[in-house]
């Protein structure tokens, strides 16, 4: 059995958070700054609703999924869990000294279902399955299950599905677990748009959330690294309700129950209590454009900070997106000539325009003038990541064959060796992924496209006058 001490969790109490005693009624009349999570039945769940919370960046619950036709209680259930997943052993952590191991998917549920609704004294063990793989069958009855509104399905407005097979990212994870396992307070990764979605339950389980609204992401991170000394971006720190209580923003208290879909917006800070017997969720998240342009310009240099692994691609996945969407995009104009001006392409060209204006700051940040000198990697397709600070290597890096571990060269990105980070050696070699003048080309191909599409098309006045510029040549 692999076992293995992460980081420890930082606690406000010597003894471990507990929820026993907890309802929410109660909850949220002790304290002025907790508010009720905004609930929507899904019989009046619509994309303007969804799209609403959105924009308000308020946390939401769409509830009584489980009472939908296609909800399958002979498939969504733990011992089905068990005989559909193909992982012999699936990672595991004790709550009472953070130490990772793995076990057995029948073992783990067992101790899990044998365990008490809440810590008892002298306990020594609590189990939490946290990241576990899906099976392929309730993936499947996701997508087409026809339960979960279409506009929050995985596969929705998520940038990452035009990943390449040998770059693709699984953001859809399985949790369970009993009373008083957690999730520390944290943020999804990159600005991602969560949905996470209580599947199965056993004695009345579920799981209190504790969530901000999105306008608050700074105060959030203010209040933890001054008043509570510990950094959010960590994911370390269990936050007691009295920390909760004293903060300077709402804090949104959610119990989610069978058939509760949670809405997390983007950069929401929330932390997941376990409540009473077993429950099994499932989570997935969705990068869209709003998620890669607030990852580029805001998330990603946090993440660097802290150390934390990007793990969801962020610059790649917008440069496949542009090329996927121009594709798109190039063979509507070819077919429809008359119908150019028409909304939808409209729609596409500024879409295309926003992400091209992302990404020409990417390329800013990767290029050097002199970088038809520099060495390429055989293989476009390589995942590298920085040896110091965990940021995906989309274009530009340092790398040094002599100072290797386990066999791979030392990889440093451009951003930790302008801060002075370094090989042993100090002999590190600028290295390009891929030709950037492929790139290049690629990007004015795309420019070419837009000022066709524009000539017949002033509505948009700014995005004629991008395209024109952005054309004059990338250096100029």
Known sequence: MECKV??????????????????????????????????VPVSKTTEEVIATFDAKGIPAVI??????????????????????????????????NNVDTKLSLLDFIERTRNASPFVQPGESERLYGKDLETPQSWIDWLHRGNVVPSCLLPTTDNLLVHLPESAKVDTLM??????????????????????????????DG??????????????????????????????????????????????????????????????????????GGLTVKVSW?????????????????????????????VRLTLYYTIRALYTKFSEQMRQHTVLSCSTDLRNQAQQITQALRIFDDVLQNECVEDYVSLPCHLS???????????????????????CSSDGDPCTICPECYAEGRSCSCQLMQPTQVRPLDNILQERDEVIRGLREHWKTSSEDSEGVEFATKAYAGFYT
């Open 206 to 275: 579920s799981s209190f959330w504790f969530m901000t609204r999105r306008q608050d992401a700074r105060a959030v991170a203010d209040y933890f690294h001054n008043k509570l000394e510990h950094d959010i971006d960590h994911e370390s720190y269990v936050t007691s309700v009295e920390d909760f209580a004293r903060a300077p923003f709402p804090v949104y208290v959610i119990e989610q129950k069978l058939g509760d879909l949670v809405i997390v917006p983007r950069t929401s800070c929330h932390q997941v209590v376990n409540h």
């Open 6 to 39: 992460v980081q420890p969790w930082a606690r406000t109490q010597d003894q471990v958070l507990t929820c026993k005693g907890w309802t929410l009624d109660n909850l949220l009349k002790m304290h002025k700054n907790f508010l009720a999570g905004d609930r």
């Open 63 to 96: 509830e009584g999924l489980q009472h939908l036709p296609g909800w399958k209680d002979d498939l969504l259930n733990v011992d089905c869990l068990a005989d559909d997943s193909s992982i012999e052993k699936v990672p595991v952590r004790n709550i009472h």
């Open 174 to 203: 399985s949790y369970i677990g009993t009373g008083d396992t957690f999730t520390p307070s944290h943020k999804d990764l990159c600005a991602s748009h969560g949905q996470n979605l209580m599947c199965y339950t056993e004695n």
């Open 380 to 402: 476009s397709e390589i995942n590298l990541s920085c040896d110091f600070c965990g940021a995906d290597i989309f274009q530009s890096f340092l790398e040094c064959e002599e």
């Open 285 to 313: 998240s969705r990068m869209s454009l709003k998620s890669i342009s607030q990852a580029v310009y805001y998330e990603l240099p946090l993440c660097r900070r802290v150390c934390r692994p990007e793990t969801y691609r």
